[in-house]
């Protein structure tokens, strides 16, 4: 009998173009998306050489990272920021790229778009210039970011030279509590492994916490694979996910439609399949989670306390830990709850998808935003903002005294003009805290949508399960 | 891309862990279209105030460390964005050279992309160079690609292992690109075989 692989093993072994005798493969790639801040230098290399887009049909372009949330009608001030749209514009014209345009409701960020899309299938590979690639894995695809160069070449050759990853198992068993999301489950497995932990690795999510995710819940734990260093996460596709794809655009249709379904059906792994590192999570000890530091993994139940320095017995992590106190303008030992927020971010990648807005607007009904707060939503697309003004959440949110924005990666890294001031304190539930992420100074907690709702109403890092009641 | 040749340069130890990409290159200096000139912005809120004067405690701007061309870092450097704008801020100051114990994935790939070369090495070791690195103007280490050996301060030699793909690339400033265009044949028949394994898959068309 043949040996029993894993869902990577499947998808790698359909892909592999040629393989050299060191182990170096060259891989296919079935779709690349592509946006303005990574991909100016790739066309320009193309143009430098006189080389061609390989496969336009396999290709998508939207600006995100650099776009206004507030009225677009006057075009994007910033000139730095302009002309990095222009210059997409430019080129998606000439290499005859599909792009959608700004005033396009289907723009959005790239990573929502394109499961929105149907585009996102399982057992493809897809590649972007863009960490937060992975997001795609929650339909079984195989998804990771690269550089410019590797953009360069997928777009002149539609594939990549790449090594096979090893393999990892997470396995969260068991069900969540009352008020826990993905984004909570996620945290929890990053501030277990570590922000190393899946280095080298593609980490396949298993066990009946993730299996009972929605494909929004699925994308937002598939997102955050990067902040754990893994090069890929991935979710093995199941009726949940046939399901959310069925009658997408670009899905497939009728007749295609059960082939497809076939296909799908054999990737998940194998029975006795073998992970080189395997990790297990109960799903029952899992609260709402925050971050207290500017490491992804510096995240904790949002009942803890900010650690101390001197608990961490390795010098290089107590260095690590003090820096990282001192910048947030913490104190060792302080609750977490009583950290106060100035603006609250919901949106991203990670969590703008409706799924997100919907818990969002759950906690705000009735409420309203402390008097201390600024607080956007920012949704991830243009019909992600459509479906959610169909369903009123956007009145509820303005009610409560939340800004409501147009799409785009916004505060999530401050490309824009939403970003924080030094000093300022944020909740948001987008992926990374570092230092200066969400502009020079700015202190980021990571947390799920209800508990950022929950921040913005009470003012400080709160217990969502609070509202719960 | 530039081949990687022998050379003996300044190293600058940066031993705190978990050096993201955000702070190699902070997010707003991303909006250029071009791959130059991005060194005067490497590690900028580490290095400045935020009225552009430097910062004195920081490494790179200590006269000792100002043509650093080595860098021996701490564990994970280079975590975080995909961002290739990192490797060109490296490559633009002058940076040809990192050492760690290890580097997030996508940085690792990017760097070599870019003519750098990132070499791995266990703990002990790395501190030993750590340590070298502290000894300033006189921490000059000597990097040799085609021996696979760094030659320490005190004539002490260290042997490093890389991948071979990597090296030959890296030592003929070979381009990617061009090496997988003879293989145009093999994508073509992939490409074939494929269209009618998998007919369900999407097409775009651009408007």
Redesign the interface.
């Known amino acids: 009998m043949a040996k029993p692989r894993t869902l990577f093993d499947k998808i790698w072994a359909n892909h592999v173009v040629r393989t050299e005798d060191d182990g170096t493969a060259l891989i296919y790639i079935d779709l690349h998306l592509a946006h303005e801040v990574t991909s100016p230098q790739a066309f320009a290399g193309l143009r430098e050489a006189g080389r061609k887009l390989r496969r336009p049909d396999r290709t998508l372009a939207v600006a995100d990272h650099n776009i206004p949330t507030t009225d677009r009608s006057k075009g994007i001030e910033d000139p730095e920021s302009r002309l990095q749209v222009e210059t997409l514009e430019a080129n998606v014209k000439e290499f005859g790229v599909p792009y959608f345009p700004v005033d396009d409701i289907r723009q959005g960020i790239v990573h929502i778009i394109g499961p929105e899309q149907g585009l996102t299938q399982p057992g493809m590979t897809v590649v972007c210039g863009d960490s937060h690639t992975s997001t795609h894995g929650a339909f079984g695809a195989l998804a990771f970011g690269i550089g410019t160069s590797e953009v360069e070449h997928v777009f002149a050759t539609q594939t990549l030279v790449q090594k096979p990853a090893k393999n990892m198992r997470v396995t969260v068993k068991g069900a969540p509590p009352a008020g826990t999301t993905a984004k909570d489950l996620i945290l929890a497995i990053i501030g277990k492994i570590g922000t190393a932990g899946g280095t080298g690795h593609v980490i396949e999510f298993a066990g009946d916490a993730i299996k009972n995710l929605s494909m929004e819940g699925r994308m937002t734990v598939c997102n955050m694979s990067i902040e754990a260093g893994a090069r890929a996460g991935m979710i093995a596709p199941d009726e949940t996910t046939f399901e959310y794809l069925k009658g997408k655009p670009y899905a497939p249709k009728a007749g295609a439609w059960e082939q497809a379904v076939q296909y799908w059906s054999s990737l998940p792994s194998d029975p006795g399949a073998v992970y080189d590192t395997e990790v297990e999570l109960d799903a029952a000890d899992i609260v709402p989670y925050v971050t207290w530091g500017t490491s992804p993994q510096d995240a904790l139940p949002i009942t803890a306390t900010v650690p101390k320095a001197e608990d961490f017995p390795d010098p290089d992590r107590q260095a690590g830990i003090a820096r990282s106190i001192e910048y947030m303008g913490l104190t060792g030992g302080m609750p977490i709850q009583d950290i106060k927020v100035d603006t609250v971010f919901i949106g991203s990648c990670t969590n703008g998808r409706l799924e997100d807005i919907r818990a969002a607007a759950a906690i705000a009904k009735g409420r309203k935003v402390a008097s201390s707060v600024k607080a956007l939503v920012v949704p991830g697309s243009g019909l992600v903002k459509e479906a959610a003004e169909a369903e009123g959440l956007d009145k509820i949110l303005i009610e409560a005294g939340f800004e409501w924005r147009e799409p785009g990666c916004s505060m999530c890294l401050a490309m824009n003009a939403d970003k924080l001031k030094p000093g300022e304190r944020s909740a948001s539930t987008s992926n990374r805290n570092f230092e200066g992420r969400q502009g020079p100074g700015g202190r980021t907690h990571l947390v799920s949508p209800a508990m950022a709702a929950a921040a913005a109403i009470k003012g400080h890092l709160a217990d969502v399960r609070e509202f719960l009641a | 891309m530039r081949k990687f040749t022998t050379f003996t340069g300044v190293a600058a130890p940066m031993?705190?862990?978990?050096i993201?990409t955000?702070?190699v290159i902070?997010?707003?200096f991303?909006?250029?279209?071009?791959?130059k000139g991005l060194g005067k912005h490497l590690f900028n809120?580490m290095r400045y105030n935020?009225d552009g004067t430097e910062k004195e405690g920081f490494i790179l701007n200590q006269p000792a460390y100002r043509n650093a061309e080595v860098l021996v870092v701490?564990?994970?450097f280079g975590?975080?964005?995909?961002?290739?704008h990192a490797?060109w801020a490296l490559s633009d100051f002058g940076v040809k050279c990192l050492i760690g114990t290890?580097f997030?994935?996508?940085f690792f790939?990017?760097s070599s992309?870019?003519g750098m070369l990132l070499i791995k090495l266990p703990k002990p070791i790395v501190d030993a160079l750590m340590e070298d690195a502290k000894l300033g103007a006189n921490a000059r280490l000597t990097i040799d690609l085609e021996a696979q050996e760094i030659t320490r301060p005190n004539g002490e030699v260290v042997k490093f292992e890389v991948?071979?793909?990597k090296r030959h690339s890296l030592l003929n400033g070979l381009d990617?690109?061009g090496?997988?265009?003879k293989?145009?044949e093999?994508?073509t028949s992939?490409?074939s075989k494929?269209g009618s394994s998998?007919?369900?898959?999407?097409?775009?068309?651009?408007?």
């Open positions: 031993p705190a862990q978990n993201d955000d702070k902070p997010a707003r991303l909006k250029t279209i071009e791959r809120d935020t701490g564990d994970n975590c975080g964005s995909s961002r290739e490797p290890d997030a994935d996508i790939n990017n992309k870019n991948d071979p793909f990617d690109i090496l997988t265009f293989n145009k093999d994508i992939y490409e494929d998998r007919p369900w898959m999407p097409s775009l068309a651009a408007e």
